[in-house]
């Protein structure tokens, strides 16, 4: 019997993006979509990942597994912590996007830089980075970078100043790490972009790592 992939999202941007991903990658898998673009916006307002937006994550987790999922994706970093602890309580398998991506960065080496465009995604992934690699048993020395303005000018309509932002801050981050994490799955198109001189250092997208990793398990 072909198996179901639970993806739930805080952006409508992203379905489109995971099912092209799940095309290539899960072949016969069924998917199943949950949005909610409410929560990324209330962690902003309310400068943390709350207990009530925590809930309403374990709330969705348990409407996915009850619709018949047999393993869940969350696509957001933002509400990493929150996932963890919904997968406590889960019969199945709930991932956090993130979660391939930084063991895949702890193994390609020491310097690890990860950026983003909002400080309520940079923090919980940076930890998660920290964390692996504690679980790894390795050493690394973790370098945040915030792209200040980037996620304000992307709200506004100004992509092309968003990615300007962005790509100044990965040629900066380039010469001072050896693999970089885009803490959000929204950055990676800027990536495609680069110049190859600017592409100095591996850069890792959570998306394709998330996908593949679940294909290699599912």
Request: charged share 20%; hydrophobic share 45%.
């Amino acid at each position: 019997m072909a198996k179901t992939l639970g993806l739930i999202h805080t952006s409508h941007t992203l379905i489109p993006v995971f099912q092209q991903l799940v095309k290539d990658n899960l072949p016969g898998v069924n998917t199943f979509n949950i949005v909610d673009d409410s929560l990324v916006r209330n962690i902003r307002e309310r400068g943390e990942l709350t207990s009530s937006i925590s809930k309403r994550v374990a709330d969705y987790v348990a409407s996915a597994e009850d619709s018949g999922a047999d393993y869940i994706l969350v696509t957001c970093s933002s509400i990493g912590a929150a996932v963890e602890a919904a997968a406590e309580n889960s019969k199945v398998t709930v991932l956090r996007v993130d979660q391939p991506m930084a063991d895949l960065a702890v193994q390609s080496g020491k310097r690890i830089g990860v950026i983003a465009t909002l400080s309520t995604t940079l923090e919980p992934t940076s930890d998660l980075v920290k964390r692996r690699a504690t679980i790894a048993g390795k050493d690394i020395e973790l370098v945040a970078k915030l792209c200040d303005g980037a996620f304000e000018a992307l709200m506004g309509g100004d992509a092309a100043k968003h990615d300007a932002i962005v790509t100044a801050a990965l040629r900066e981050l380039s010469e001072q790490v050896d693999v970089i994490l885009l803490a959000q799955a929204s950055m990676a198109r800027v990536v495609e972009g680069l110049a190859e001189e600017d592409k100095k250092v591996p850069i890792l997208a959570s998306p394709p790592n998330a996908i593949q990793y679940i294909a290699s398990v599912i």
